[in-house]
Nanobody, 118 residues
Framework: QVQLVESGGGLVQPGGSLSLSCAASGIIFTMYNLNWYRQIPGKERELVAGITFGGTTNYSDSVKGRFTISRDNAKNTVYLRMNSLTREDTAVYYC????????????WGQGTQVTVSS
C-alpha cells in the first residue's frame, strides 16, 4: 500500500519560515519525481516545486528564491523549506510522487494546512 504522509504545517507569522516533510512508503522512492502542490479553496491546485529522481529542482515564479525543495532517498522523504512567508502562501500543501517512466502512476498525500497570519 502506497502512502505519502505530510507533516510540518501550521500557523506562522508573515515573514516567518516553515518546513514541510513528506514520508513515502510502498514505492521505490528513487523511481519517482516528487512535487509539492498547494491549493486554496475555490482555486485549482498549483505546482509549487518539484525535484526529479536525479535531484534537479524547479519552482513556480511565486516561490522562487523563498522555497527550497529537497529529498533524502535514504529516508524516502521529500522536504519543502519555506522562508519569507506571506499571506498569499496560505493554502493546503500536498505532496505528490510521479513515476519517472509511467507518468500516469501518480500518488498524493492527504495535505497539510499552512496558514500565514499575524
Amino acid at each position: 500500500q502506497v502512502q505519502l504522509v505530510e507533516s510540518g504545517g501550521g500557523l506562522v507569522q508573515p515573514g516567518g519560515s516553515l518546513s514541510l516533510s513528506c514520508a513515502a512508503s510502498g514505492i521505490i522512492f528513487t523511481m519517482y519525481n516528487l512535487n509539492w502542490y498547494r491549493q486554496i479553496p475555490g482555486k485549482e491546485r498549483e505546482l509549487v516545486a518539484g525535484i526529479t529522481f536525479g535531484g534537479t529542482t524547479n519552482y513556480s515564479d511565486s516561490v522562487k528564491g523563498r522555497f527550497t525543495i529537497s529529498r533524502d532517498n535514504a529516508k524516502n522523504t521529500v522536504y519543502l523549506r519555506m522562508n519569507s512567508l506571506t499571506r498569499e502562501d496560505t493554502a493546503v500543501y500536498y505532496c505528490n510522487a510521479r513515476n519517472v517512466i509511467q507518468r500516469r502512476i501518480d500518488y498524493w498525500g492527504q495535505g497539510t494546512q499552512v496558514t500565514v497570519s499575524s
